[in-house]
């Protein structure tokens, strides 16, 4: 579900800032429909920029200005080994009310790791 609100409006923000560039949402977009039932997105930066056109290196630098915005966190399961993206809950999610409110907490702890 793509929920329309401040923190949505702060990408576009974000972009006018020149914080983020015109690619970035593209890139967004693109996580979000990679999205489980879980709200966890798998996708290496290989094949996300394959998937949009990109270099592998522009793709990288789209992610890491999505995370710096608070747009996207990058989780290291360390239990499992496994490594995944989350996007901010708050812009886009899955489930209903608890899983969006499982998943901020996910999302507010790996932006704190």
Not at 3 to 32: I, T
Not at 55 to 71: D, I, K, M, N, Y
Request: proline content about 4%.
């Amino acid at each position: 579900m793509l929920h329309q609100n401040a923190d949505v409006e702060s990408l576009f923000a974000a972009v006018a800032r020149k914080d983020l560039q015109p690619m970035d949402p593209a890139v967004l977009w693109a996580l979000m429909h990679h999205m489980d039932r879980l709200g966890r997105v798998r996708i290496t930066t290989n094949a996300l920029a394959e998937l949009l056109g990109f270099s592998v290196s522009a793709c990288s630098r789209s992610l890491t200005r999505l995370r710096r915005q608070a747009l996207l966190a990058k989780v290291y399961n360390c239990k499992s080994g496994e490594v995944y993206y989350l996007v901010n809950p708050l812009v886009a999610s899955v489930g209903g009310p608890q899983r969006r409110g499982h998943l901020w907490a996910q999302f507010k702890a790996a932006l704190e790791d």
